[in-house]
């Protein structure tokens, strides 16, 4: 099946099931917040993450992913993975080698900061350096769907990503996409995207921000 039939959708299943169905080597980045892992009780609504803040589970968990992203990727393409620091030790032997990049939110109503972890690099491996630019995203609020999901990640944060490591016209994945904030800063950039979530209702919800955008435009 040729990649397009994929592009512009949002599906809901196990992400193993869409990577094993999309062509390889045709994607031009990965760019996904997975599950952290770290904490022993965060739940979604389709249940707890599986690893429960054990480092060995999440990466069994985790694994057979990031490898067939590896294969979907077009040479030299690139993947950001969201990672929690608590498995820093672990990051070496698990994606080789890369480079950590930081990123700031920074949220003018309520004066908060906070800093997230992305493990960063091509398809081959290949660290990838932090662009020349300021490390800092502003953002005013979520809108609440944080009453959604327990780790909704802002469409700036993912904006930062998109636009240092892809070009207009790319097509990005987001296996992992809950609330769709990476395809919503996808689309207002001009990439095309490919979305999946374990979660039906995160999957509607990520469908509906995007349609909301579209009106937006329109």
């Given at each position: 099946m040729n990649i397009t039939n994929f592009v512009g959708k949002v599906y809901c299943g196990n992400a193993l099931d869409l990577l094993r169905a999309i062509?390889?080597?045709?994607?031009d980045a990965i760019i996904v917040d997975a599950m952290y892992g770290t904490s022993k009780n965060c739940r979604y609504d389709w249940g707890l993450d599986p690893a429960k803040g054990d480092p060995v589970k999440h990466w069994e968990?985790?694994?057979?992913?990031?490898d067939l992203c590896r294969k979907v990727l077009k040479p030299r393409g690139a993947i950001a993975w969201g990672a929690g620091a608590k498995f820093l030790d672990q990051f070496g032997g698990w994606f080789g080698p890369h480079r950590q990049w930081t990123i700031g939110r920074y949220r003018r109503t309520g004066q908060?900061?906070?800093s997230n972890l992305w493990i960063v690099q091509t398809r081959e491996q290949m660290p990838i350096e932090f662009p020349k630019r300021n490390g800092v995203v502003e953002f005013q609020n979520l809108g609440g769907l944080h009453r959604y999901?327990?780790?909704i990640k802002p469409v700036e944060?993912?904006?930062f990503l998109i636009e240092s490591l892809t070009r207009p016209g790319d097509i990005v994945l987001d296996w992992c996409c809950g609330l769709g904030s990476t395809l919503v800063a996808a689309q207002r950039l001009g990439r095309r995207y490919i979305g999946c979530d374990l979660?039906?209702?995160y999957s509607r919800i990520a469908m509906k921000?995007?349609?909301d955008e579209n009106k937006q435009v329109g």
């Open positions: 062509p390889l080597a045709s994607v968990y985790h694994k057979p992913i990031y908060s900061f906070i999901h327990p780790c944060e993912l904006a979660s039906l209702n921000r995007l349609a």
